[in-house]
């Protein structure tokens, strides 16, 4: 599961070098978590990219610009142009090349406090993009995230739409 955080760290190292522009868009994060509703309008940072060579897309959102607030990150690479569909794990797991969604309770950093996409296939999760643009990027997410640590705790994501600028 370490392994996994340092994949995950790097591609949102690279993917945040690669903001298209210093400025930043509206964004709008929601999900409903454990069956609790949650927004994440506070944005972190973003990136989007589609060239010859890298196709890639993110969004970190807070809850409140608080350094304990909660955060999201999602995350998705092709070797195709991003366009509208679904971005979900395939198997055999074919890193760089897929998506990624990680929840930090609290803003927390600490493998046993952060829920991520469970690579294994053992739960599933998903990204869909239902509309994209140079201007922004907009879709939904769900699945079963699973603690970092290995510790065997899940957490359920449905609901979940997400909108930064106008796509």
Do not use: R
């Not at 304990?68 to 198997?91: N, Q, R, V, W």
């Not at 803003?107 to 869909?128: L, R």
């Amino acid at each position: 599961m370490k392994k996994l955080l340092l994949v995950a760290a790097c591609f949102l190292v690279v993917l945040y070098a690669c903001n298209k522009t210093g400025e930043k868009p509206n964004v709008t994060v929601s999900a409903t978590i454990d069956g609790t509703d949650k927004t994440f309008n506070t944005d972190d940072s973003l990136g989007y990219k589609n060239t010859d060579t890298v196709y890639s897309a993110t969004v970190t959102a807070a809850s409140d610009p608080s350094a304990t607030a909660d955060k999201l990150e999602l995350f998705i690479a092709s070797p195709k142009k991003l366009a509208p569909g679904t971005y979900a794990l395939t198997k055999p797991w074919t890193p760089p090349y897929e998506p990624l969604i990680v929840y930090k309770p609290n803003g927390s950093n600490n493998s046993s406090d952060i829920y991520v996409m469970d690579y294994t296939g053992g739960h599933p999760a998903e990204i869909t993009i239902t509309a994209i643009s140079g201007t922004g990027i907009q879709g939904t997410f769900d699945g079963v995230l699973v603690n970092a640590s290995n510790n065997g705790i899940t957490k359920t994501f449905t609901n979940g739409k997400f909108t930064v600028g106008t796509p």
